[in-house]
């Protein structure tokens, strides 16, 4: 079965600086696919990056960019310039035949 | 484009009543649909899923059902509501199996 680690339940960061949320995950598959949410106080669920494991070039959106390294099953998330907004919870998951959660790390970007 | 709809927002229910939460898609067909529930500060657990109108699948065994009536309506009931029913309910739905999954809005479901 698989399943997801996140190993880091909170963090902090100084406004402007950049932090990296850790991830890893255990699978046998070698077709998969893996992203990371954010739920900010609101509770919405907002997709922020997805990486395709058949993919060797990190993903890359605006200040949130990814270091996947397939061998080591890990996907961490990078995000860069922190601002206020970006304080929330950061969910990984995977999807090879089903989808796995990770539990969550809690951001809290300081001004 | 796509969008999921899920109500009400917030849910305040007495132990021991049914419960009927309703979430549509539009904008695509076919969606697999899902149920979570996530406790105060935790992660999803999944609860129910659908690929097709009348299929669904339990992952966890409880005194919630899951059904299907539409292709793009998924309704999450109970009976008989418990105290460890409450928490935050979230519907999401995905397309092709490449894509990830889109969540609707969630209910906030306060058990009393």
């Known amino acids: ?111 | 484009s796509q969008t999921i709809h899920q109500w009400p927002a917030t849910l305040v229910q007495p132990v021991g009543s049914p419960l009927s939460l309703e979430c549509t898609v539009e904008g695509t067909s076919n969606p697999n649909l899902y149920w979570y529930r996530q406790a105060a500060g935790r992660g999803l657990q999944l609860l129910f899923y659908s690929v097709g109108i009348g299929q669904i699948s339990s992952e966890v065994p409880q005194n919630l059902s899951a059904s299907r009536p539409q292709d793009r309506q998924f309704i999450l009931s109970s009976k008989k509501l418990l105290l460890s029913d409450s928490g935050f309910y979230l519907c999401a739905w995905r397309g092709q199996p490449n894509q990830p999954q889109h969540f609707g809005d969630g209910t906030r479901l306060s058990i009393l």
Do not use: H
């Open chain 1, 1 to 111: 079965a698989q399943t997801v680690t996140q190993s880091q339940p909170e963090m902090s960061v100084q406004e402007a600086e950049t932090v990296t949320l850790s991830c890893t995950y255990d699978t046998s598959e070698n077709n998969y696919y893996l992203f990371w949410y954010k739920q900010p106080p609101s509770r919405q669920m907002i997709l922020v990056i997805r990486q395709e494991a058949y993919k060797q070039q990190n993903a890359t959106e605006n200040r949130f960019s990814v270091n996947f390294q397939k061998a080591a099953k890990s996907f961490s998330l990078k995000i860069s310039d922190s601002q206020l907004g970006d304080t929330a919870m950061y969910f990984c998951a995977f999807y090879g035949q089903n989808f796995v959660f990770g539990p969550g790390t809690r951001l809290s970007v300081l001004p």
